[in-house]
């Protein structure tokens, strides 16, 4: 991971490597304490995700279609974040999915670059906008 890598650039490459199933470059992204908050719960380290909603969070994201609607970020020279509205839609389990989703992702510089130290996800039934 280049070490001029932006905050906005890392996102990307995480969403890409959980569609594509590439668990090696995920783990490489995130720190091994990791913070992971996701539908209520807590992972606290990547270890832990990797043995539970990581698999999951793959066959979910093959599944669906991401499109990113917006994107924010900022931090200084130790600490940068990202926060990103997407729409997510698709297919997944007999399911037809539609939905809102933001992402917010902290990142720390270390030795090795800059690396995800905290994630947040939360999704909601996409709501039809008023004409």
Known sequence: MAKDESAAQIADRFADALAAGDQATVHTLLLPNVLIFESGGAETSADEYA????PADI???AAV?????SRQSGGNGV?????????????????DIDLDSTES????RGDGGWRIV???WSSSPRQAVAP
């Open 79 to 95: 600490t940068r974040w990202v926060a990103t509205k997407s729409r997510l839609q698709g297919r997944y389990k007999d399911r």
């Open 51 to 54: 043995g539970h909603h990581l």
């Open 59 to 61: 066959a979910f994201m």
């Open 105 to 108: 992702l902290v990142l720390q």
């Open 65 to 69: 279609k991401r499109t990113v609607l």
């Open 118 to 120: 905290h994630v947040h």
